[in-house]
């Protein structure tokens, strides 16, 4: 399995998706270094409209909108990305554990799987948040452990249908280890799956995250999209849509929309059930 | 999706398997509830007051104190959950299953309603888009069905806010039905209606997207079939070949997804009760959150995961009745 990459790169989806992510990954990256003001300085006029020196207005404690939109954006993006990865790594791991050894190990990862996936995330994060009042990294992981099942589900079906091919047979008929085999063989191969599942872990917990704060789960300090949008919500019957929440809005949607298109992009040229006679991914 | 171990297992004994393995990630989760209190460093009452902005005077802290120390052990505490004493809310005055049971219907309201219409737009939408495959009606619906996929709850919510109650003023901003309006009948029925309207169009524009999309690309898959060719030649009507022939096929994909994404689709609605200030529990837990309001916290969060189990294990059985295949099998 491989990308064609020139196959990929022709998906207007993808391409949509991968410049909306690379314009978020360079605000998250240059985020403190673009902003105008410190996000948290709250000595300017309140709920002021847009000016010159103000180009989003001022919010109700006096911060500038700006600058708290391009710190928040950093803080979801972050999230994301932590928790999507740490979901893959033990999506992986349980899906090629699963499929390769079998048995009572393939029985207990998946039963396992099974229950996390009934469970509700949110609820968890929910208690966890307002109990101990944790670092966003620790509810990124926390989350990831909710987030693995359906990457692992993946992987290990690809896992059983790879274990009966040719190569992999012949890398047993010599001598190779299970451990050799899984590094590399099977781990390298399904790489574009790993892309798929990244994509729909992130997205999820990007939206997760945006949730979270707007419910008003993490410190109240920290800068968030969904947290931005709660405050402005406050102030719905004043004219503050179009500097205060909109922006936001729209960072949020945009953001979740890009990863969702890269994910979308992908499995439209990966899924080879989905292709014509002709191989023109439908 | 069919979990594992079904190489060897037979239905029935998978069936008991789930039920089991549901039964205890019940028992995990009322147990987690019971003992995560008491991993909390010091005197978490007093804490967790401490930043509320509900005072409790000292009686009132020493009973909650008390409520929390659970003389019964887990015992105890389960009884308690079964018996539906949870505990006193300090920040509303109301003993919590009170609140609970009161939110409860506006939100099994707002979320089955959701996905009923949901899951027949996705379908019949899905059904059709794949039976007319490649045209240019087709490629724009998906194309529009995916842009939305992109849109997380929360933006629609906003926005649909903003157009169609703040501006236009059609729909009301606020609540689940006119406050001491009084109306009987059929005139409530419509102002619950009227007010459900735009929270249940912001969770359907949410659920649609991903349940059409499925359905088009297993009906895609499902009309190369060749028994579909079959019924083709047999010059059955085309309505008889997509729906008693080819749909049945694409349903279990679209039970399956829905199985492995309700547990997620709740934090959605969570925020989407927040935005419109719908009475339901998302409305509640998110007062309790801004209150401190642990009982009350505690009790939503259990309570809704164990509706959550529910529901999936309800599902499990459904998979029986859309498939022959796993009720006959072995």
Redesign the interface.
């Known amino acids: 399995m491989h990308i064609n990459r020139k196959e990929v790169l022709r998906d207007p989806?993808f391409v949509a998706g991968l410049c909306l992510a690379l314009a978020f990954g360079f605000v998250a990256l240059l985020g403190p270094a673009l902003a105008p003001y410190d996000p948290w300085n709250m000595g300017f006029e309140p709920i002021a409209s847009p000016d010159s020196r103000h180009l989003l207005g001022v919010n109700d404690g006096g911060q500038d909108i700006l600058s708290e939109l391009l710190y928040a954006v950093r803080n979801t993006v972050a999230f994301g990305l932590l928790s999507g990865l740490a979901a893959l790594g033990l999506g992986v791991a349980a899906g090629l554990a699963?499929g390769w050894y079998g048995g009572p190990v393939?029985?207990f990862l998946?039963?396992l799987?099974?229950?996390l996936?009934?469970?509700?995330?949110?609820?968890?994060l929910?208690?966890a948040a307002?109990?101990?009042r944790p670092e966003p990294w620790v509810l990124a992981l926390l989350l990831a452990v909710?987030a693995w099942p359906?990457i692992s589900?993946t992987i290990?079906a690809q896992t059983l249908s790879l274990r009966t091919s040719l190569h992999v047979k012949a890398a047993v008929r010599m001598g190779a280890s299970g451990r050799y085999i899984l590094r590399r063989h099977l781990l390298p191969e399904m790489f574009p799956l790993y892309l798929i599942g990244f994509a729909a872990k992130a997205r999820?917990a990007m939206?997760?995250e945006?949730?979270l704060a707007?419910?008003?789960?993490f410190d109240p300090s920290r800068k968030s999209l969904?947290m931005m949008?709660?405050y402005a919500?406050k102030f719905?019957?004043m004219d503050i849509?179009w500097h205060w929440?909109m922006p936001p809005?729209?960072c949020?949607?945009l953001l979740?929309?890009?990863?969702?298109?890269l994910a979308?992009g992908l499995e439209k040229v990966l899924d080879p059930?989905?292709r014509t006679v002709t191989g023109e991914p439908? | 999706m069919k979990a594992t171990g079904g190489r060897e297992m037979t239905g029935k004994r998978r069936g008991v398997g789930t039920v089991i393995s549901f039964a205890l990630a019940a028992l995990v989760m009322i147990y987690l509830s019971y003992q995560v209190p008491r991993l909390l460093p010091g005197d978490f009452v007093t804490a967790m007051y401490a930043s509320s902005q509900v005072t409790l005077t000292a009686e009132e802290a020493a009973d909650l104190r008390a409520y929390y120390a659970q003389e019964g052990g887990f015992g105890g505490y389960l009884a308690r959950v079964l018996t539906l004493d949870w505990g006193y809310s300090y920040a509303f005055l109301t003993p919590v299953s009170e609140l609970f049971f009161e939110a409860l219907p506006w939100t099994l309201l707002l979320l089955g309603t959701a996905h009923l219409l949901s899951m027949a737009a996705g379908f019949v939408g899905g059904v059709e888009a794949a039976w007319r495959h490649g045209r240019v009606a087709e490629k724009g619906l998906v194309g529009g069905m995916t842009l939305l996929e992109g849109m997380p709850e929360i933006s629609t919510g906003v926005i649909l806010l903003f157009v169609f109650a703040l501006n236009l003023n059609w729909f009301p901003a606020v609540g689940a039905e006119t406050a001491y309006a009084d109306l009987g009948g059929i005139d409530r029925l419509g102002n619950i209606l009227h007010h459900l309207a735009l929270p249940l169009t912001t969770l359907i524009l949410a659920y649609v997207p991903g349940n059409f999309l499925l359905t088009r690309n297993s009906m895609i898959l499902v009309l190369r079939a060749p028994f579909i060719q079959t019924a083709r030649a047999k010059g059955l009507p085309p309505i008889r070949i997509r729906y008693a022939h080819a749909a049945r096929n694409a349903l279990l994909p679209l039970a399956t997804r829905f199985g492995l994404r309700l547990a997620f689709m709740i934090t959605g609605a969570l925020v989407i009760e927040r935005i419109y200030a719908y009475p339901g529990l998302g409305t509640l837990l998110f007062n309790a959150i801004q209150a401190r309001d642990l009982p009350v916290i505690q009790s939503v969060v259990l309570m809704s995961s164990i509706g959550v189990l529910g529901v999936i294990l309800c599902l499990e059985a459904a998979y029986r009745l859309i498939d022959p295949r796993i009720r006959n099998a072995h």
């Open positions: 989806w699963a393939d029985a998946m039963r799987a099974d229950v996936l009934a469970v509700p995330a949110v609820m968890v929910i208690l307002a109990l101990f909710f359906t589900k290990r999820m939206f997760m945006a949730s707007f419910l008003g789960l969904g949008i709660s919500l719905y019957y849509w929440l809005v729209l949020l949607s979740i929309m890009g990863v969702t298109f979308v059930r989905l439908v």
